[in-house]
């Protein structure tokens, strides 16, 4: 049963090598700042136990993946720190999740926006639902998806983090997504997406984990400067959040 807890609830199993993190929100699983914290300890802790070789990322429940930040934690941002803390949310999982050495096989079972997005590309591996749409809507509120842009980037390429960006109101769907690099594989329900991810990683999990490790850190070079990176964007999409016109825009959003 879907969480109604207002910070999300946040689950890790360990069974075999493979952690299962878990986490929920009531607003369509997004993201309150403590639950980002939370999240970003998550990966830290399961970096350094080594009786896991691989983790799992996934929501609750069988509609929307991430519906990315709080909505009502942006609206209350008032002043540049507030506004800076609030964006290295993301900033500060991502990053958890590029250093982490264990694989992340990322489970989209629904639609994914803004955050969620970031957080698809920042798994290595990610299996999808015809019904996980993505949208990069930031920019029809007056801000940008700075803070996820290069995991974005690095995943799809800059072309398809454009497309996302200047139509921040479309839909994108499943294929195009797979298409375009985010998803690996896409299925028509959640049953057999579950069904081949649980044979995937049962297999993967009896791998030499030095190896997967090493293949990870191999996939993430040239990703070294990112802590500085994404709080700089962070820092950005601080500014902007306190502008006026990302305040009228975010009014009418709330109405």
Avoid at 199 to 207: C, E, G, P, S, V
């Amino acid at each position: 049963m879907p969480t109604d807890r207002p910070n999300g609830s946040l689950y890790t199993k360990i069974d075999n090598g493979v952690a299962t993190v878990e986490f929920g929100h009531p607003a369509s699983n997004s993201f309150v700042s403590e639950l980002l914290e939370r999240l970003t300890k998550e990966f830290d802790k399961l970096s350094g136990n080594d009786s896991v070789s691989l983790i799992v990322l996934k929501s609750e429940g069988e509609r929307a993946f991430c519906a990315g930040a709080s909505f009502d934690e942006l609206v209350a941002i008032s002043n540049l720190e507030e506004g800076k803390a609030f964006f290295s949310g993301f900033a500060n999982v991502i990053n958890a999740m590029r250093k982490c050495p264990k694989p992340i096989i990322g489970r989209v079972q629904g639609k994914t926006v803004g955050g969620g997005v970031g957080l698809a590309a920042a798994c290595d591996y990610v299996y999808a639902t015809v019904d996980a749409a993505i949208k990069l809507s930031e920019i029809s509120i007056g801000i940008g998806p700075f803070v996820i842009a290069p995991a974005v980037e690095r995943k799809m390429g800059k072309a398809a983090l454009a497309e996302l960006s200047f139509n921040p109101t479309e839909w994108k769907n499943a294929y195009w997504a797979m298409e375009k690099g985010l998803f690996a594989k896409v299925f028509d329900s959640i049953s057999e997406m579950d069904k081949e991810l649980d044979f995937h990683i049962q297999k993967l999990a009896t791998y030499n984990p030095s190896a997967l490790a090493e293949m990870k850190r191999i996939l993430w070079e040239g990703t070294g400067h990112w802590d500085d990176l994404l709080a700089e964007r962070a820092e950005i999409s601080g500014k902007l959040a306190l502008s006026p016109d990302t305040k009228t825009a975010l009014e009418k959003f709330k109405k």
